[in-house]
């Protein structure tokens, strides 16, 4: 009677109606949805980082003092191949979650593909690297006669194993995105306590020093992998893996929705020689030693907002695939809110307990370490207060796929900043400059990125919404 819905109109029209569903579905237990992400990502991440925290512990009453400051000297190379994996992994990640909320499955497929094809080749270049030029890296980081062999060492193995490190990332990413934080978590933490008990096997019944704590953690990410792989078995997933000819022109989509992640990690990776190298001229060793205790934790502080941050990306990417700015400013609200509380509580723990914290990583009981050390985690910390609002909101805008903004916030914090302010500061108040440094680097990026969230949410998100 009334003739026929023209094909454009009529998928149009069920499109539309697909959106519709997806801001109910997404608005009707935000709050429910962003605790059991948030909470899940962010256990998940402090025990990866805990790999690292696990080997400054072992070393430290194995190997003692030149020991710890080897690995420190190596830890840029693990933020390196970390961040080489998130930047696949979360890049990759946020475009399969658009596609999925938009009904392009068989799209979004592809694009995991293509990830787990890049990352495989990004880290044999990285193995190749290992064997043929540790000695050489370590050298360019900072190690001295003392340390050299150590630090040659721990650099590669790491970097040998750089393959599963890079697969085990895009994987977890990937898992979280196809609606199983509790297996991304899950296969976080089993990779975290095997390293810990493997370094325990290695440092103490073999006695293998530091290759042994670099293989340890080295054998974490394929634990992980192992735990991950039962998401394939799942009736209710639709990630699944396609092995087809490489698709070039993917690349660089995902290379600029995770550059932030990589320059997260890179920065850290930047910072860490930066300050080695100035704590080597002014307090040698033993202040590269302290600097490790501080540094160290430091990551694992470090991890509680990245796991937040990673947490709230699949709801953030679900919401702006769907076009609602009204539930993506609301999920990063409650992830503003809770990296807020959440730098209080640390930097409270770290303020009262900094004695005991530091004895049990100084077991040599050296005073200068002490002091340093203590000084460090009082002066240093301050900056997480800015750091968890910093981290949000750049994974909130590389998730929305604001990646210029993204780009300079990171960047900002990574680089511009932070370089120059330490070898000034360090000339003016030796280490107290070098530890504010870094606060005054996370102030003044707050400052900064509160002006390009609020542009670009009204630039970019309110020209998306849809009416409901």
Known sequence: MFGSIPLGLSRNVSEHLFILKGVFTLSVSLLRNFAKYASLNILGMVSVSCYI????????????????????????????????????????????????????????????????QVGIVIGLLLALLGLLGSNRL??????????????????????????????????????????????????????????????????????????????????????????????????HRKLAITWEKLKWKLIPDLFSLGTSALILELSSAAVLITFNLVILGLEGNFGVAAYGIVANLGLVAMAVFTGLAQGSQPLISRAHGIKSSRLTRKVRGYALKTALIMAVLIYLTVLFYSEQIVAAFNTEQHMEISRLAKQGLSLYFLGFLFLGINIVVTTYLSATEQVRDAFFIAMARGFVIIIPLVLVLSQVWGMAGVWLAFVFTECAVTVFTAGASRLGTRNHLKSQEISI
């Open 138 to 235: 370590a050298g360019w980081l900072g190690a001295d006669t003392s340390t050299l062999a150590m630090t040659r060492t721990y650099l590669a193995t790491i970097l040998l194993f750089a393959p599963l490190f890079i697969t085990n990332n895009i994987v977890q990413a990937f898992v979280r995105n196809d609606h199983n934080p509790r297996l991304a978590m899950l296969a976080m933490v089993a990779g975290s306590l095997s390293n810990i008990l493997l370094d325990y096997v290695f440092m103490y019944i073999f006695d293998l020093g530091m290759f042994g704590a670099a293989f340890a953690t080295s054998l974490a990410p394929l634990i992980g992998l192992c735990v991950l792989l039962f998401h394939f078995r799942s009736p």
């Open 53 to 116: 925290l696990a080997d400054t512990y072992f070393v430290a009453h194995n190997l003692g003092a030149t020991g710890l400051a080897a690995l420190n000297l190596s830890i840029p190379l693990y933020s390196v191949i970390h961040g080489i994996g998130l930047m696949i992994g979360i890049g990759g990640a946020t475009r399969y979650s658009i596609l999925q909320s938009q009904a392009e499955q068989k799209r979004a497929n592809k694009v995991f593909a293509t990830a787990l």
